[in-house]
Each structure stands twice: as structure tokens, then as C-alpha cells.
């Protein structure tokens, strides 16, 4: 079982989140190592950034490491590619002129 836990800027809009959520969906169903039950949902709204889980099962006697780097590796291409943009810690200032 492999839990891969990703954050997107708040910027992504709704239809992005979908298309992130159909490209991870997509993106499990197409490795040949893992089985069939994948979960992926767009889970929480973080301090910096909504977070969606996916969740998969390698198959027994598959590589799991070069499983689980194939699939980080798509992940990683497609979001590029998609323009889905990782989030990291940030913070806004906000000053006021008094």
C-alpha cells in the first residue's frame, strides 16, 4: 500500500482539480504493477495548499521502488505538463499605510 499525499497551489481552480484528480486516476490504471483498487480524492484545504490523496496497492512480487518511482516520475510529468502547479510553505504579508 502506497499513500502518496500531493498539495496544489490555491490557485488551482475547481475544473484543474478535477483534471489532477483524472490524471492520477489515470495514471494508476495504466502501471501494470498495481491493483486494481486506487483511490484518489481531493481531500483537505491546508494552510498552504489542497491537498489530494492518492492511494494504491502494489502487486505482490513487482519492484516496489521502481513502481513507486514510475508513478511519482508520471506524476511529475503530467502536472507539468498540465500546468498543475505543486504548492510549498508560503506566507502573505499584508501592510497597512496608516
Given at each position: 500500500?502506497?499513500i502518496?499525499?500531493?498539495?496544489?497551489?490555491?490557485?488551482?481552480?475547481?475544473?484543474?482539480?478535477?483534471?489532477?484528480?483524472?490524471?492520477?486516476?489515470?495514471?494508476?490504471?495504466?502501471s501494470?504493477?498495481?491493483?486494481?483498487?486506487?483511490?484518489v480524492a481531493?481531500t483537505e484545504?491546508?494552510?498552504?495548499?489542497?491537498?489530494?490523496?492518492?492511494?494504491?496497492?502494489?502487486?505482490?512480487?513487482a519492484d516496489?521502488l521502481?513502481?513507486?518511482s514510475?508513478?511519482?516520475?508520471?506524476i511529475?510529468?503530467?502536472?507539468?505538463?498540465?500546468g498543475?502547479?505543486?504548492?510549498?510553505?508560503?506566507?502573505t504579508l499584508?501592510?497597512k499605510?496608516?
Open positions: 500500500k502506497v502518496v499525499k500531493l498539495g496544489l497551489v490555491y490557485d488551482t481552480s475547481p475544473e484543474e482539480m478535477d483534471k489532477a484528480i483524472e490524471l492520477l486516476k489515470g495514471i494508476a490504471g495504466d501494470p504493477n498495481l491493483e486494481e483498487k486506487v483511490i481531493f484545504f491546508g494552510d498552504f495548499s489542497l491537498n489530494v490523496l492518492l492511494i494504491y496497492y502494489i502487486t505482490k512480487g516496489i521502481e513502481t513507486q514510475a508513478i511519482n516520475r508520471a511529475l510529468a503530467q502536472f507539468n505538463e498540465m498543475l502547479e505543486f504548492a510549498f510553505p508560503t506566507q499584508y501592510t499605510n496608516v
